[in-house]
C-alpha cells in the first residue's frame, strides 16, 4: 500500500471513530504471487446497525492471486490509541509499537479476531474460508491493522476454489467493547448455532462426561516408541523398521495407578498412548493388535480394569492423520495429495517418513468404527483421544478420486468425533479447533501464545493473553490453557540427557508459582504426561492443587478483570469467584487479604478459601484469612 492510501485509510479510521457510523466498505488487499500488490475497496453490506457483511466472490479471485487480506477501516488503529487487536485465543497487543507482526497460522480454532479502540470493539468472524486464512495483525510506522488473510495460493495447490469470502463483522460499544463482551458474544453464537451443551447437562445422561467433571488428565506419554531415526530420507517398511523401546509396560502401569491411588488421588482419566501396533506414531494408521512388546491385549484389558478397581477412567490415543511405512493399512493411494500428484510433507517420526492419510477414506473403509468398537471391547469406555485433530486446521486433499475439502474434512473429523462418543462414552483431542467442538468432551491443552509471551518471541508486539478461549469453552470442554502449563508441577526439563521428545528429561521439580496460579486464573484443569514413577509426587501435588477449585468445571466462566497489577479476579456461573495474586506483597480486595503468590476462593455461599505458594507443597490453603 503506498503512503497516500495510508493517509485515506487513517482519516477515515478517523472520521468513522469520531461519528460512530458504520464504515460502508474495506480495504481488500491482494498479494500476489510475484510479490505484487493490488488493492480494492469492497462495500460492506449493513444486516444490522451493528453488523456488517463482507462478501467477495470466489469467480472475482484471479489466477495470480497469492493470498486476500480484507481490512476495514475499523480494524485499523495508530500506535498510541487506546485499545488493542485481539486473536481468537486472546492474545493481544497494545498500541504502543512503531512496527511489528504477530501471525497465527491457526486461526480457525474459533474463526473470530477483534480490534478495540477507544469504547468501541470491533470483531470480525470468518463465515465461509473458516479453515482457510491466518490471522494477522501488523504495525507499519505506527499504523495497526488486524485482519484475516486468506490463503489462495496454499487452497490451489490442491483444488480450485470452492467458495466466496464472507466475513460478518460486529460493534461492540461501551462496557461490552472488551475481550469479556468479544468472548460472550461469540460464547452466544455458538449456543444458538453449532449445538454445544454445558458438560454438566450432557453428564446427566453420561457416566464418562460425568467422571471428567471431576478428574483431571494423567497421560501415559508413550508405553513404547521407537527412536527417531537421524536419516530422514528412509521410507521405513516393517523388514527395516527400528527396534521398540519400551517404557511403561501395562503391568508397571497398573502399579503406577495403585500409588497413585494410594497417595490419595481419588479421580483420574488415564489417556494411554503407544498402545497401538509398532508402539507411538509407529505404524499408524494400524492401531491394533495392542502392541504385543507391553502386554499385548490382555495386558491392556487388565491395565484398564486396575484402573476401574482403583477408581478411575481409562482412556486412548488413536490417530487417523498420519501414515507410516510399517502398517498393514499403508496405501500411497490413501495418501492426501496435491492437485499436481505430489504428497505434502507429514514429517518424520518414529515410524519414518509420514504421508497424510486421508481421513475422509479411513471414515469410509469403516477403519475407524471397528477400531473403537473393538477398543471398547478390550478397555471399555473412555473419552477416546485424538492426536492432531482439533490442532489444525483440517487437512486438504486433492486425491482426483478422493478430494475432500478443508470443510468437508473438518466434518469428517467432527463425525469420527461423534462416532467415538457414541462407542467410548466421550471424544478428546488438542488445542481446541473448534469446528467439531459440540462432539469433543477435552482438549489436552490450548496452543502455546502464553509460552510466546512469557519468552517474548514477538518482542513486545504480543503484550499478553486474555482467556477468551476459556470465557467462551469453560464448562463446555476441559482444558489445560497452554502447553506452558502441561505438566505445570514437575518444573524445568532439562533435555541434555538426550530426550528426544517432550516431557523425557529430567525435571528439577522446581514449581514456577506463576504456572500455579495461571492455571487458576485461567479455570484450567491440569494434565500431566508421564512415562516414569519420579512424577508420582509431581501429579499427586497437582491433583491437590486442583480439587479445592475443580468444581468449577461445572460453571460457565462469566467474567475476568485486572483488579490491579498483578491481581485478576475470575468469576463464574454460580457466583463463585477467584482472586489470583501474582505479586510479592498481599492485596486487599473488599475485606478480603490475597495472600502473595496465592489466591482465595470465594464460594457462591459466600464461603473463603485461602491459597498461598509454597515451593515443597505448591498452591496449599492457608486456615484463618485475616484481614489486612
Ligand atoms: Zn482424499
Known sequence: ????????????????????????????????????????????VSVSPSHVRFTYPKEQIADDVASIDVVPDFMTAKKGDEGYWIDARGAYGLFEQEAGVYENDRAGWMPIFGLKRGDTLWYGQVMGWRCDYHFRAEAKEGRYEAFPRFMVKALRAYYPVYQDIVVDFRRLNGAEANYVGYAKAYRKYQFENAGIKMARDRAKTNPVTDYLLESFVIRISQHCRKQVLKDRTLRMTRQNEQPLLVHMPFLICQDFAQQLHDAGVDKATFLSAGWTSGGYDGRYPDMFPVEPAIGGEAGFKAFAERCNTLGFQMSAEVDYTEMYGPADRFSLDLACRYANGQFPDGGFWPGGLAYNLCTKKALDLGWCQMDFTRLRDVIGPGPLFFDVMSAIEPRRCGHPAHKVTSDDMGAVYSRLFELAQGAMGGAASECGFDLGIRHLDYVNYLWHEIGFWKSNRYKGFLSGVFPVWELVYHGVVFYTSDRWLQNHTYGNEDRSNGAFDFGWGIYDRKEDPEKALKMVEFGSRPILYTHSFSDIPSIVKAWREYKPVRHLQKEEMTGHRKVARNVFETTYGDGSRTVVNYGSEAFALGGISVPALGYVLIGSDNSKRTFSFDPSKGLAEVYGNSPL
Not at 487513517?10 to 504471487?33: E, K, P, T, W
Request: hydrophobic share 55%; net charge neutral.
Open 1 to 44: 500500500m503506498n503512503s497516500e492510501m495510508k493517509k485515506v485509510v487513517c482519516a477515515s479510521g478517523l472520521m468513522i471513530a469520531a461519528l460512530g457510523a458504520i464504515a460502508d466498505d474495506a480495504l481488500v488487499r491482494i498479494n500476489l504471487a510475484d510479490g505484487g500488490v493490488r488493492t480494492e475497496r469492497v462495500a460492506l
